[in-house]
């Protein structure tokens, strides 16, 4: 008996060893697992009135209709490829997807990719940029967005920030021009 009570607490602390932390900031149902934070700086602690707060709705959100289709619908680079997506850009991103030295995108300009399950004609989840000012050139905030407008994530949200670093220019991938 003491030896198989040995082996189990091993088993136990092996399991617990090799088992990654969950991530209980993001209720996202598109795999909350890819959002996170390994290797990047600690986050603030949020305030108790931040944790407690219901999901925001997105202060865009009712204003995606009106978004310029920037690309045609096409598969998707996130989520393993397996969704349909397609981009908007507001009217301060005008130089999308037409990308290069002379023509970053200035601050106020809004990227989102609306993705869709294949086949389907509803939006699945969006995924947004927007270009914040600073004072050091301009930063980009990054959102995951449900269908229904309420945000999951905001932020300089890691793996974003982490793939899009190797984007040619302005932290944006589109055609090079």
Do not use: I
């Not at 990054?142 to 309420?150: C, E, I, P």
């Amino acid at each position: 008996m003491r030896c198989s009570r040995r082996a189990l607490a091993l088993l136990a602390l092996l399991a617990a060893a090799c088992t990654p932390a969950a991530d209980t900031s993001s209720t996202s149902a598109a795999d909350p697992s890819a959002w996170s934070t390994e290797g990047a700086p600690p986050r603030p602690t949020p305030s108790p009135r931040a944790v407690s707060q219901a999901p925001q709705r997105w202060e865009l959100a009712d204003r995606l209709s009106s978004l310029r289709k920037a690309t045609p619908r096409a598969r998707s680079q996130h989520l393993s490829g397996e969704h349909d997506a397609e981009v908007l850009a507001n009217e301060v991103a005008t130089a999308y997807p037409a990308l290069g030295p002379q023509r970053p995108l200035a601050a106020g300009a809004v990227l989102v990719e609306a993705l869709y399950a294949p086949g389907s004609p509803d939006v699945a989840l969006y995924f947004a940029m927007t270009k914040q000012p600073s004072g050091q050139g301009a930063a980009w905030e990054y959102l995951v967005v449900r269908a229904d407008g309420q945000v999951e994530q905001r932020g300089r949200l890691a793996l974003c920030e982490r793939c899009h670093a190797e984007a040619p220019e302005d932290h944006v991938f589109g055609r090079a021009r």
